[in-house]
């Protein structure tokens, strides 16, 4: 059974930080490219950041490059996003996404910046 867990939101305020974790299991992580993906109230889902398969490569949304940070832990089948300087706009519900061949998400895990 494959399972994607977010964990790590919550509401912060700007300028804080937050650590987002997705658990993986009931698949072979290490084979999967694995993103993170924002959904704001009335918006399109976004792509945030994804990391390869080996953590060899990372790719990052403009409106998170220098804030975020995506890794990830093959041994552990976690995938991280570190996010720093966090703005009201990245309020969002974030989203756990693997890819390879097939597609699965997590739950997905609130984050609320406000004052």
């Known amino acids: 059974q494959v399972q994607l867990v977010e964990s790590g939101g919550g509401l912060v305020q700007p300028g804080g930080s937050l650590r987002l974790s997705c658990a993986a299991s009931g698949f072979t992580f290490s084979r999967y490219t694995m993103s993170w993906y924002r959904q704001a109230p009335g918006k399109e889902r976004e792509l945030v950041a994804s990391i390869g398969s080996a953590g060899e490569s990372t790719n990052y949304a403009d409106s998170v490059k220098g804030r975020f940070t995506v890794s990830r832990d093959n041994a552990k089948n976690t995938v991280y996003l570190q996010m720093n300087s966090l703005k009201p706009k990245d309020t969002a519900v974030y989203y756990c996404?693997?890819?390879?061949?097939?597609?699965?998400w997590g739950q997905g895990t609130q984050v609320t910046v406000s004052s």
């Open positions: 996404n693997a890819r390879w061949l097939v597609s699965y």
